[in-house]
């Protein structure tokens, strides 16, 4: 006897609410892809950006709450202010984050 499974990965498609634009390995285009969370930890704010294909950046918001810094790994963030927010750029990745996100009211 044969069964079948789906070939899905069980995880829940992200809320529109929490996509941001990114541009992923060397992009140039920004595309509305990359879901954000937000959870507070010992360092405070920290937002995971989860790649569509698998992956995540982790990011640590400063306490002035207009920028970001690089929760882990070896990579330094760019950071460059917008005018809705932040562009944050790791290595070849490239992501706009949004003010609103940055905010512990966003939880």
Known sequence: ???????GNGAPPPDPENLVECALAGA???????AIESSVGAEG????????????RRFTVVSDGRTVSSADGAQLASVTPR??????TVGLDRYRIPAKAMSHDAQ
């Open 83 to 88: 005018e809705d927010g932040i562009e944050v």
């Open 1 to 7: 006897m044969l069964t079948a499974c789906s070939q």
């Open 45 to 56: 704010l920290v937002l995971t950006v989860l790649h569509p294909q698998g992956g995540f």
């Open 28 to 34: 140039g285009a920004f595309e509305r892809t990359c």
